[in-house]
């Protein structure tokens, strides 16, 4: 019944019949928030205009579109115990490093916190070494970056509500380039 309850509070109907122990859910919540739109933080000139939103659907239906592979995974999460925000966990199978993919799933199930609102929450909790100057993370706006990032073999972390993805592990030198010197 728990279950029930959180998808009719997630705004999906829920269909019950007498003398049935299950329930049907459908989707029917309209989804709020804006529409996928230019960049703000990470403007680029020559490159693509798109940017990450706050609904995760989105977000991944954008990854997806440029990356149209069977081996795209993705991996879903519910964290916050009053939020119940989802977190998904994208990777390509067999080019991500199963042991980083791993890492990066205790990670996220270590975690017990009421509320995940944004994605400094997670990138503060799952960080390597939280006092190094040098990030262990990177964030971005871009779909074209994390994508470029997954065939690389990282880890992307997607965060409902928010419109920047988590890529992991971060090297150095992409903190070094800008958005238009990767065209």
Known sequence: MNIVIKQILAGNSILLIDDMDHAFQFHSAKSVGRDISELAVERSIRGPKEGFVEDIQLNLLLIRRKLQLPSLK??????????NTQINIVYLKRIADEDIV???????????????????????MIKDSPKSPFPTMFSTERPDRVCGGL????????????????????????????SEELL
């Open 74 to 83: 993705v991996e879903k999460m519910v964290l916050g115990r009053q939020t």
């Open 102 to 124: 791993r890492e990066v799933q205790q990670r996220l199930s270590r975690i017990d916190i009421d509320g995940i609102l944004d994605s400094p929450y997670i990138e503060s």
């Open 151 to 178: 065939l690389d073999g990282k880890v992307a972390v997607l965060i409902d509500g928010t419109p920047f993805v988590l890529t992991v592990p971060a090297l150095f030198v992409e903190f070094l380039h800008s």
